[in-house]
């Protein structure tokens, strides 16, 4: 049963009746490890990929914290700080939080940018006990003085490497620094790159170090055909793969924001209705997308990488990778959309002569060949390949430096 599984790791009953009424039948590993190392107060550095139920390994122990000492935030206040790198990230944290605590009646708030912050501003005007924030819009409300983090005594980084690789780590830093010094802090990471490491150093107190092994998501559950096709012809050929019924609930990735636009604009023209979501959307359409998306209004969402670690919907049959990632890790993270809650998915990707070393470094690091569909590629287009990306830490530097100048240059 649920509640003699997870009562085994200490969690109250109130949490157990929530997580009964979800059917959450028995904890990940993530979770067996660091929910009593959490309800001991304990600080941790968790190690998991996406997909390995993190959100409710640090929830769980957080919300049954709070409830123990019942104090009341003060206003503009919160006494737990949760940071996330992506809005959708952001928003799946504060739903499964509301989820989970449905029997505790603790108030929360979600901080994101690419809304207006007036409702964001009257939500913290009381005090809240958990604050779910992206760092860009939090750091623009403390600075407006509509948020002070004097109070905050549970302090959860997740997905930090993603904020590495989106230029945040600074941010980070700097709203660690303005928290208070005696408090629970709790760092997750997919990875852990060399910056990652220096922030959990300096942001964690005698941590305990919770490391899960990748989930096979590669392997088990997961079909995975390969396509190699001619990058002109790749529109063709998922509109022709859409015409299956089977493809029910599909999420299509490409690299860039402009080749997600096209990709939606092509279906349209071919009469089928695709939702994409990506960095030049609004927050309000990228929400409305994701709704219709969660709910099944929209069978086929277009999604760039930024999304790859914020969607969490379960009854996803098939990934299509339109393009392939130029980071291989990518690839595990786009996957992993599928297969979710024990249920089996397909991942379908489509390889133009030019992304052959892209096709390369993702079977590497999968450690299988991809299961080809159709004809190998000609020996004349394996000689179209371009200089593949070998250094991933420099090109992640050098990304970094990039977008942090043109922060730089906008402030300014």
Do not use: W
């Not at 049963?1 to 059917?23: C, H, I, K, Q």
């Not at 959490?38 to 919300?63: E, S």
Request: proline share 5%; aromatic share 4%; charged share 25%.
């Amino acid at each position: 049963m649920t509640d003699s599984v997870f009562s085994a790791l200490g969690l109250a009953e109130p949490l157990l009746r929530a997580l009964a009424s979800e059917n959450y039948t028995r904890p990940t590993p993530i979770q067996s490890k660091t929910i009593p190392l959490i309800l001991q107060g304990r600080d941790v550095l968790g190690i998991a990929q996406t997909g390995t139920g993190k959100t409710a390994a640090f929830g769980l122990p957080l919300l049954q914290n709070l409830s123990r000492t019942r104090l009341k935030p003060e206003p503009r206040g919160a006494r737990a700080l949760i940071l996330a790198p992506t809005r959708e990230l952001a928003l799946q944290i504060g739903e499964s939080l509301s989820t989970y605590g449905r029997h505790y009646g603790l108030r929360q708030a979600v901080i994101l940018g690419g809304v207006g912050q007036g409702a964001q501003v009257a939500a913290m005007r009381h005090g809240v006990d958990i604050l779910v924030a992206t760092p860009g819009r939090l750091l623009d409300l403390v600075a407006q003085k509509h948020i002070r983090l004097d109070q905050v005594g549970y302090f959860v980084v997740d997905e930090a490497d993603r904020m590495l690789d989106m230029g945040f780590i600074r941010d980070v830093r700097r709203i660690a620094g303005a928290l208070p010094r005696k408090r629970q802090s709790l760092l997750f990471s997919a990875t852990m790159p060399g910056d990652v490491v220096h922030l959990a150093h300096e942001m964690l107190n005698e941590p305990v170090r919770v490391d899960v092994a990748p989930p096979t998501v590669t392997a088990d559950r997961i079909e995975q055909k390969l396509f190699h096709v001619a990058a002109q012809e790749k529109r063709k050929l998922l509109v022709n793969l859409l015409h299956d019924p089977a493809l029910a609930r599909v999420i299509v990735f490409t690299r860039t924001k402009h080749g997600a636009n096209k990709v939606v604009e092509h279906l349209a023209k071919a009469g089928i209705a695709a939702e994409a979501i990506h960095g030049n959307k609004s927050q309000n359409a990228r929400v409305r997308a994701m709704e219709n998306f969660r709910s099944g209004r929209a069978r086929l969402l277009v999604a760039t990488d930024i999304a790859a670690r914020g969607i969490d919907v379960d009854g996803i049959t098939h990934v299509v990778n339109y393009e392939l990632p130029n980071e291989p890790e990518s690839y595990v993270h786009r996957i992993g959309r599928t297969a979710r809650a024990g249920a089996g998915g397909v991942a379908i990707s489509f390889c133009a002569p030019e992304e052959q070393a892209y096709l390369r470094d993702i079977e590497q690091l999968v450690k299988r060949k991809l299961a080809v569909v159709g004809e190998e590629p000609t020996a004349v287009a394996r000689g179209k390949e371009p200089e593949r990306v070998i250094d991933y830490a420099k090109k992640r530097k050098f990304r970094q430096r990039r977008y942090r100048g043109g922060r730089d240059r906008k402030a300014a």
